[in-house]
């Protein structure tokens, strides 16, 4: 039997992968285009997306191909001077989707994660013991665990009949890569006038003469899957910005809508939910793919003690628990923001007066937390402030915090030399460090880089590793 089947191949799906095999646990992807999409939708990571490839060794590969931005004070287009963000990693880093997902899928393959393109998941049941899928050649496979990456219109989430409530699209935008025969001087000087106004609208320059190129939409397609031609991309170009800018040689092209949606549920029984399948969003701000990676990174660990035998009974539980509600916060915060690029006299004052107050350092600080995510804090109780917080990568006396967290597992960071966690040195690893930069005497991190405990009594130690780590071995 497979330990888990991870049905969608994209970003959240190959993390997920790749984070179970970390701990020896056979993973199936399923995927049902046969090749890697040429569609670009995310163009960068935001700074605990950075974290994490940081946190698992990713960070070099990534970092060569991608570029560093400064991390602007920017929401709903109102860019202010960047605010003090804690971390090593302040920035954004542009890099295409496409490049994301191979570096990923990468990865996920170079770690032993099966990973079967073509392969279309049509149906599925489960029972106490597992689940059982249908694929559209009439395959059957069977696994312990499912996890639906599918997309924004997952399969798997309508198949479990977890609802899917929110808002349908208003409007769309229409978006591609081609190449542009007008001088980049003329474009920058029609793109900067019209953004007055239409922030819908911008060519990017990608090198060799190709532009991304995003428009918006004259109304809603009857079925938005179907990409737009590339003459009402050139309409639409006209229509809103008085030019075409010559553009011919399309590479791809496609559409997307600004619906606002949130799974009432990340968990039926066996399967779950992660990524655009548990929750879809306009792409203000760049958070989608960001989101999805940082679920994978929540539910993989989850996932594979409860493989290994050794999860505490409600562990799986806390995946909706703690990620239910962070993307609630992103889908308040996109809606937030399409209000304040909305034309009508109304919102245009709210804009006003929010680029105002961005001047003050702690507001622009607050919304640029939203963005990235760094400031996201799990609710495990009353305690520390730290409790519930992802740790930054310390400079401590062994060398970066992140460096020691590249097996996935816990790390009791340790600046007494007192305590112990002997009873579960197969689950959780035990660094003393005298290092003044962890200003506490001790934490307890788990997998994912969030702080589960934070002190210097041992029986309270022992209370937290029981509570995220299951029983250890009597010694």
């Known amino acids: 039997m497979i330990d888990v089947i991870i049905a969608g191949g994209g970003p959240t ?17 399923l995927e049902k285009d046969p090749e890697p999409t040429k569609v670009v939708r995310s163009m960068g990571l935001h700074a605990r997306s950075i974290e994490v490839m940081d946190q698992r060794g990713l960070l070099e590969r990534f970092l060569e191909n991608g570029t560093k931005y400064p991390l602007g004070g920017s929401f709903a287009g109102i860019v202010k001077s960047p605010p003090s963000l804690d971390g090593a990693h302040a920035y954004i880093l542009g890099i295409p989707q496409t490049v994301t997902d191979r570096l990923l899928a990468d990865h996920a393959a170079e770690v032993g994660v099966e990973i079967r393109r073509g392969h279309e998941l049509v149906g599925l049941s489960q029972d106490d013991d597992g689940v059982d899928v249908e694929l559209a050649d009439g395959t059957r496979l069977r696994s312990r665990y499912l996890v639906g990456c599918d997309g924004g219109r997952s399969t798997v989430r309508k198949l479990l009949g977890i609802g899917f409530p929110g808002e349908p699209a208003t409007a769309e935008t229409l978006l591609g890569e081609m190449e542009v025969t007008e001088d980049w001087e003329t474009v920058l000087a029609v793109m900067t006038e019209v953004r007055k106004t239409q922030l819908r609208f911008g060519l990017s320059p990608i090198g060799d003469g190709v532009y991304r190129v995003g428009v918006p939409a004259e109304g809603l397609a009857e079925d938005p899957r179907i990409p737009p031609t590339f003459d009402e991309i050139k309409r639409q170009l006209k229509a809103v910005a008085g030019s075409d800018f010559g553009v ?55 996932l594979a003690a409860a493989v290994n035998g050794w999860a505490p009974e409600d562990l799986l539980d806390t995946y909706h628990t703690e990620r239910h509600p962070v993307a609630a916060a992103v889908l308040d915060n996109t809606r937030a923001q399409m209000q304040l690029m909305s034309l009508d006299p109304g919102s245009q004052a709210v804009r006003r007066l929010l680029a105002e107050l961005m001047e003050f350092e702690n507001v622009s600080r607050f919304l640029t937390e939203k963005i990235t995510a760094t400031a996201i804090r799990y609710d495990f109780g009353e305690g520390h402030e730290l409790l519930g917080r992802r740790m930054p990568d310390l400079e401590l006396g062994q060398g970066h915090l992140y460096g020691l967290t590249r097996g996935g597992r816990g790390l009791l960071l340790d600046r007494t030399g007192a305590l112990s966690v002997r009873g579960w040195s197969d689950r959780v690893d035990h660094v003393v460090d005298a290092s003044e930069a962890l200003d506490v005497p001790a934490v307890l991190l788990r997998p994912d880089g969030h702080v589960a405990w934070v002190g210097e009594d041992q029986q309270e130690l022992v209370g937290a590793v029981r509570r995220w780590f299951g029983e250890g071995e009597v010694l």
């Open 248 to 302: 011919h040689s399309p590479r791809w092209l496609s559409r997307f809508g600004d619906a606002t949606r949130l799974a009432e549920h990340y968990r039926a029984g066996r399967a779950f939910l992660a990524g655009d399948a548990a929750h879809i969003h306009p792409p203000v701000g760049g958070q989608g793919l960001n989101l999805g990676v940082q679920d994978a990174f929540n539910l993989g660990w989850k």
């Open 13 to 29: 799906g190959m993390m997920l992968g790749a984070e179970l095999r970390l701990h020896g646990v056979r993973v199936v992807v």
